[in-house]
């Protein structure tokens, strides 16, 4: 599987590298702009839309790797999984088929958010609509060993079904409301990638369900594919960036790491396993909880944008974008190392 993680990093950092450009133009044409006002830190027009190269270097890559018949890529994709996840006729590419799907929905809703703006209720709707579709090819959380008696908890359909969507939408928006600055949300995302990668091929070696070991591979190589196209697409974002990549790119990337983690580490047995997203993803959750609580605390409607986030605070004392970018990218490399050593140690 070496060589397929390779040459799926390859072809996604290349096509996003690619089709940057590209969509800085294609955004410019028809006038998908962000513009300065006070709530936001640049002083320019500049272009949105950046989450279509991120779309493109993922999906693109995994289409490559499918038609070219990397290495077992499509072995692996016609595992069965029926009787593991309840769905008829069901393999791996079942998982991969709902991904494809829930992400062109967040895309499409994020190109029109970003074009002439979507209400929050809609916008909630239609990520819950994303959720179900995944739901339905059988990525969803069916339970979690505890971690303080070590016993297998299944959740009831009910319960799994709004977990599932909880959790989800919890990561879309999570990555949503830390995108504020150049090149932050992408490279935390980067980071967040390389440690799902590292965990995930670790889990590998020690788990004994063939199913899971299945599963884990295909959320291994996505990982590598998301970083690849994560990376290409920084090339362009981090200070001083050249192009946004919008609730297009925020959305897909909490909603890709999302289904990644329901279907990697929430579907083995170990009890450190419902943490180590939330410690690897910590920066953002941390900042969606406070912001939540803030605007809650300050009777403001939770979806208004504001301010008041952490890297809102260090602007306001003076740090440069570089500084609190770079800041946040170290802290978000140290939770990941943790969130390793608690793997290696579980």
């Not at 998908?32 to 709530?39: A, H, L, Q, Y």
């Not at 993922?58 to 595992?79: A, E, P």
């Not at 800041?327 to 490399?333: E, F, G, H, N, P």
Request: net charge positive; charged share 10%.
């Amino acid at each position: 599987m070496i060589l397929i993680y390779i040459y799926g990093f390859i072809f996604s950092l290349t096509l996003a590298l690619l089709v940057t450009p590209l969509v800085i133009s294609i955004a410019e044409r028809f006038n998908v702009m962000d513009k300065p006002d006070p709530r936001k830190v640049h002083s320019r027009m500049m272009p949105r839309w950046g989450g279509i190269s991120i779309y493109f270097g993922f999906i693109g890559s995994i289409i490559l790797l499918y038609l070219l018949k990397i290495g077992s890529f499509r072995m692996l994709l016609n595992f069965p999984i029926e009787k593991y996840v309840n769905v008829p006729s069901a393999t791996i590419q079942t998982y991969l088929t709902g991904i494809i799907i829930g992400c062109t929905i967040i895309v499409f809703l994020g190109m029109i958010d970003d074009k002439k703006g979507v209400e929050p209720l809609t916008k909630l709707l239609t990520q819950i609509i994303a959720a179900m579709v995944v739901l339905q090819y059988g990525i969803k959380i069916v339970g979690f060993t505890s971690p303080f008696t070590g016993s297998y908890i299944e959740l009831p359909i009910i319960v799994s079904t709004f977990i599932t969507a909880l959790w989800i939408i919890g990561f879309i928006n999570s990555v949503n409301l830390v995108d504020g600055l150049d090149g932050l949300a992408a490279g935390i995302v980067a980071i967040a990638g390389i440690t799902f990668f590292i965990v995930t091929v670790s889990e590998i070696n020690v788990q004994k369900s063939v199913v899971i070991i299945k599963g884990l591979k295909l959320v291994a190589l996505l990982s590598v594919c998301l970083v690849g196209s994560v990376l290409g697409f920084l090339r362009y974002n981090f200070s001083p960036a050249r192009i946004f990549m919008g609730d297009t790119g925020s959305m897909l990337l909490g909603f890709i790491v999302g289904t990644l983690t329901i279907i990697g580490i929430l579907k083995t047995t170990a009890a450190i396993a419902l943490f180590i997203p939330i410690i690897m993803f910590g920066v953002p959750i941390m900042d969606a909880g406070f912001t939540i609580v803030r605007r809650l605390f300050n009777k403001q409607p939770i979806m208004k944008a504001d301010k008041g986030h952490f890297h809102h605070i260090l602007l306001n004392r003076g740090w440069s974008q570089r500084k609190i970018v770079i800041t946040i990218y170290i802290i978000s490399a140290v939770l990941g190392a943790v969130a390793i050593i608690l793997n290696k140690g579980s």
